[in-house]
């Protein structure tokens, strides 16, 4: 796990010296490396391993010069739930240090119905209406995917 997650991140810094297009996010305009992380997947292994990744880069690289966002969508919007997050402090953390977490609308709709009650999400995290959509768009705009 801990090789392939190298591997990612090895990858995903070389693609994003190569990105022609600077500036992909009016949030991060000086950051040359654009990365979108997907949470997909039920088990937090893979929530600590987002949020170890995106931490390492921020630091490794400097905020200001990577720009990273998160999208949970299906199984793995747990991760950016309000109530009982043993996650939130950290989320809030790299929120402060400019990543931008989202998640997936029409999961939440999904839970809504199912439960009779929307879940709440932490403050900072952004509601698209469709996640994996939303993560399309932003590989077609440069952004390179990584699912840990």
């Known amino acids: 796990m801990k090789t392939i997650m190298i591997w990612l991140v090895s990858m995903a810094l070389t693609l994003g010296a190569a990105q022609a297009e600077d500036g992909l996010s009016d949030d991060k305009p000086f ?3 654009h990365i979108i992380m997907q949470v ?11 949020l170890d990744i995106s931490n390492n880069l921020t630091k490794r690289y400097g905020q200001e010069m ?13 991760m950016v739930f309000a109530e009982n997050n043993k996650f939130a402090k950290r989320i809030a953390s790299l929120q402060e ?15 809504e119905r199912k439960h009779h009650k929307r879940p709440e999400v932490l403050p ?11 993560m399309i768009d932003e ?7 990584i699912h840990p």
């Open 124 to 134: 900072g995290v952004e509601m698209v209406q469709t996640g994996v959509q939303f």
């Open 97 to 111: 240090h400019g990543v931008r977490f989202y998640v997936c609308g029409n999961t939440l709709d999904t839970l």
């Open 31 to 33: 950051a040359d490396t």
């Open 40 to 50: 997909s997947d039920a088990d937090p292994v893979h929530y600590q391993a987002v």
């Open 139 to 145: 590989i077609k705009r440069g952004y390179i995917p």
């Open 66 to 78: 990577v720009d990273i966002e998160v999208i949970a969508f299906g199984v793995g919007v747990p």
